[in-house]
């Protein structure tokens, strides 16, 4: 081969994989039959000139989702790779790929219901815009009890979703736990209150945060549901929540006197939502993911590869 023949091979090829000309438009310009710049291009590959390559990572991770899609009968799965030294960067791939799951099924016209959290925080800021048309964002959880940080608000995340999907957001003014049977019987005697919960029999999509009581170091979960409830937690062998709803390893509804206060979208209505999207990762969240989908709970699962691994490792019980 001829150095201006080399040269050609390489223009081509360029102009092909790194500009992203089609051949038609590569043929007009270079004044050579499309036929024979299809020719060029295999040349070019047989000649080393032009290497593809898949990235082992990200195939690794198909692998997963597959396999995660098939155990636990999912819609869609997700997986990315943890960075165990950077936390914020893992949470903005699990936001960004939560977003891609989003986008694939979102259509005009449908409901979505939101929960509160840090993977929930990552996934509304990771939201690109969508020209969607009459979108309606709505919690499916209540606020705080305690204090706690306001971007990992559910009302928070409600909105920006809303803002990223130039839709509507109703916004919910009461505790996900209130002190009292009563008290949360007055709260939901309230129109506006009795108007979420009608949307919440009616959720397109429900994208929610999974909880685990074995992060007991959680600050964020403990000013959240307060300290009474971690009595709860260890009487009933609590694996779990979604949305405030708890949950043991095998994702059995925990009924009890708590959970009669929760102010947050029933399970039953939780499962009969189309599109349930869950997002979580990390060793420690590994059984209340896993109680999480064996309750019916998820149906899109946004996870690690590490996490993905140990969920794919355990027996069925």
């Known amino acids: 081969m001829t150095k201006d023949e080399e040269r050609k091979l390489v223009r081509i090829a360029e102009m092909y994989y790194m500009e992203n000309r089609t051949q038609s438009e590569i043929s007009k310009e270079l004044h050579i039959h499309r ?3 299809s020719r060029l291009l295999k040349m070019s590959r047989e000649k080393g000139i032009v290497k593809i390559s898949i990235d082992p990572l990200a195939a690794g991770t198909f692998s997963y989702e597959e396999a995660l899609i098939d155990k636990y009968h999912l819609k869609d799965a ?3 790779s943890s ?3 950077d936390h914020d960067r893992t949470l903005a791939l699990l936001g960004k790929a939560g977003n891609d799951c989003l986008k694939k099924i979102l259509k005009d016209d449908m409901i ?10 990552a996934f509304a800021v990771a939201l690109e815009d969508m020209q ?5 964002c709505v919690p499916i959880v209540g606020g705080p009890s305690g204090r706690s940080s306001s971007e990992y608000h559910v009302n928070t995340v409600t909105y920006e979703a809303s803002r990223h999907l130039h839709g509507r957001a109703l916004l919910i003014d009461a505790p996900a736990l209130p002190d009292t049977l009563e008290l949360k019987k007055a709260l939901m005697n309230d129109s506006f209150n009795q108007s979420l919960v009608d949307f919440w029999h009616r959720l397109d999509i429900a994208i929610f945060g999974i909880g685990s009581p074995a992060i007991k170091s959680s600050d964020r ?5 307060g300290q ?3 009595c709860f937690v260890k009487e009933n062998e609590v694996a779990g929540d979604v949305a405030s709803r708890f949950y043991d390893e095998n994702g059995r509804h925990i009924t009890s006197e708590l959970d009669d206060r929760i102010i947050g979208i029933d399970p039953a209505d939780l499962e009969r939502v189309p599109y349930r999207i869950g997002i979580a990762e990390s060793r420690a969240k590994v059984k209340a993911i896993r109680g999480a989908l064996r309750g019916g709970y998820v149906n899109i699962l946004v996870t690690t590869r590490e996490t993905a691994a140990e969920l794919l490792e355990e027996q069925e019980a």
Not at 112 to 121: Q, T, Y
Not at 132 to 136: A, P, Q, V
Not at 221 to 225: A, G
């Open 35 to 37: 036929s024979t710049i």
């Open 78 to 80: 997700a997986v990315v």
């Open 83 to 85: 960075d165990s030294a």
């Open 112 to 121: 979505l219901g939101f929960s509160w959290g840090e993977a929930m925080h």
């Open 132 to 136: 969607k048309s009459n979108i309606l």
């Open 221 to 225: 979960w403990k000013s959240f549901y």
């Open 228 to 230: 009474n409830v971690f």
